[in-house]
């Protein structure tokens, strides 16, 4: 192996070693749940189409350039499934249960990761959020309600 190689292995360690797997199931979860809840309809929400979902999907994505070796190993374990779609739990847009999953996800990083990479990471997950409900004509004030409670769900405010 090179050096440069082995630089890069180094850079790449296996994060996925400080969680358990249910811990890891729920961090490379949520931003998939998040993307899904953004994007149903809700009252007092427009209809979402196509391009909400993209910008969410794009969201996800964004997260492989940001400078956090939490957030890039779960973008490669959701872009590592073979059916994209997390099909343990079909309650996937249920708002209680969404920010349950956020309040248990910080406790998690709050115990595990890096207080960087734990910024790094809601931040993220938020962002997936206010991609979808800006999409299109821009955030409702339902839009607007719903990424308040999950900011404070993320403990971002």
Not at 10 to 37: C, I, K, M, N
Not at 43 to 56: M, N
Not at 139 to 148: G, K, V
């Amino acid at each position: 192996m090179s050096e440069r190689q082995r630089a890069s292995h180094q850079h790449s360690a296996p994060t996925t070693a400080f969680y358990s797997p249910p811990e890891w199931d729920l961090l490379t979860d949520l931003p998939g749940r998040v993307l899904v809840a953004a994007a149903s309809p809700a009252p007092g929400r427009p209809p979402r189409g196509v391009a909400a979902g993209l910008a969410g999907l794009d969201a996800v994505a964004a997260g492989r350039g940001f400078d956090s070796d939490l957030v890039r190993a779960v973008v490669s374990a959701i872009y590592a499934r073979h059916d994209g779609v997390n099909e343990r739990d079909g309650r996937l847009t249920d708002m209680v249960d969404l920010l349950a999953a956020c309040r248990a996800t910080v406790r998690v990083l709050r115990r595990r990761a890096d207080p960087a990479d734990s910024a790094a990471y809601r931040q993220w997950v938020e962002s997936v959020a206010a991609r979808v409900c800006r999409a299109g004509d821009g955030a409702s004030p339902a839009d607007r309600r719903f990424l308040d409670r999950l900011g404070g769900a993320l403990e971002l405010r």
